[in-house]
């Protein structure tokens, strides 16, 4: 990375493109999700690492409070 930035720059410039796809699948990721069996789960686990680890915690928040399964 130079030091004035260009390569946080770059990535920042990414994120309207990567909602964009995210917003376009949408409604082909709830098809799936939509077919789970999600009765038949006991618990689900999670693993993360650096940054990653603020999305899986919330997602942990998500399965627990909206599908009622134990998350770790």
């Known amino acids: 990375m130079s030091s004035n930035g260009s390569l946080m720059r770059a990535e920042i410039a990414q994120i309207p493109g990567i909602?964009?796809?995210?917003?376009?699948?949408?409604?082909?990721?709830?098809a799936q999700v939509e077919k789970l069996p999600l009765d038949s789960f006991d618990s689900v686990?999670?693993?993360?690492?650096?940054?990653s680890d603020n999305a899986a915690l919330y997602l942990k928040y998500l399965i627990e409070t909206k599908i009622g399964i134990p998350c770790g």
């Open 19 to 30: 909602f964009q796809k995210l917003a376009d699948r949408a409604a082909a990721i709830t």
């Open 45 to 51: 686990i999670l693993l993360a690492r650096g940054t």
